[in-house]
């Protein structure tokens, strides 16, 4: 069974940082393309950053393109978020997500269950 | 950036009658389009991609047709379990991959 399980959530204040992580099981990791996904409190869905199986080829949203970072470590089938200059409106529920297929077509057929990240004086 | 504008943003709608959804591209493409359920507390479960194939476990009732720049999720009959929030994504013309703003269906 596919799982993605996420972690690292938490109140953090404006200009702090925070590092989430995601542990995937059920499936081999370093064959599927990954992605952060957040909502903001009774908001749509944003995608944030992609990273590749194997290459770690990585892409982001212009709302936190040098604020964040995605890496992964393929031995330990962990995902991660580092985010560094919180600022109030970063405040969501951070999603995982895996890439159904390889290639250019990224869509997502498993989602972590979310961690919350506060970020408030 | 691709935008992607969904309507309407809510839909209310009677157990059984059917449910139209539309997701509106600001740039004209065919078949890179996925459509997602999300129900409050839960993440989102993947319906629909490549505008028209149903994921794995998706009852026929939910169906996906569109191109262009207009992108229908239609839900044939629905049921006490659909209702909730939709979102389209589109995966054509990537990064940023861009979701729509969502439709919430509710009960009528």
């Known amino acids: 069974e596919v799982q993605l399980v996420e972690s690292g959530g938490g109140l953090v204040q404006p200009g702090g940082s925070l590092r989430l992580s995601c542990a995937a099981s059920?499936?081999?990791?370093?064959?599927?393309?990954m992605s952060w996904v957040r909502q903001a409190p009774g908001k749509g869905l944003e995608w944030l950053s992609y990273i590749s199986g194997g290459d770690s080829t990585t892409y982001y949203a212009d709302s936190v393109k040098g604020r964040f970072t995605i890496s992964r470590d393929n031995a330990k089938n962990s995902l991660y978020l580092h985010m560094s200059s919180l600022r109030a409106e970063d405040t969501a529920v951070y999603y995982c997500?895996?890439?159904?297929?390889?290639?250019?077509?990224?869509?997502?057929?498993?989602w972590g269950q979310g961690a919350l990240v506060t970020v408030s004086s | 950036e691709m935008v992607m504008t969904q309507s309407p943003a809510t839909l209310s709608v009677s157990p059984g009658e059917r449910a139209t959804l539309s997701c509106r591209a600001s740039q004209s493409f065919s078949r890179n389009l996925a459509w997602y359920q999300q129900k409050p507390g839960q993440a989102p479960r993947l319906l629909i991609y490549?505008?028209?194939t149903r994921a794995t476990g998706i009852p026929a009732r939910f169906s996906g047709s569109g191109s262009g720049t207009v992108f229908t999720l239609t839900i044939s009959s629905l049921q006490s379990e659909d209702f909730a929030v939709y979102y389209c994504?589109?995966?054509?013309?990537?990064?940023?991959?861009?979701f729509g703003g969502g439709t919430k269906v509710e009960i009528k």
């Open positions: 997500a895996r890439d159904s297929t390889y290639g250019p077509s990224v869509y997502f057929d498993y």
């Open positions: 994504q589109q995966y054509n013309n990537w990064p940023p991959l861009t």
């Open positions: 490549d505008t028209s």
């Open positions: 059920g499936f081999t990791f370093s064959s599927y393309e």
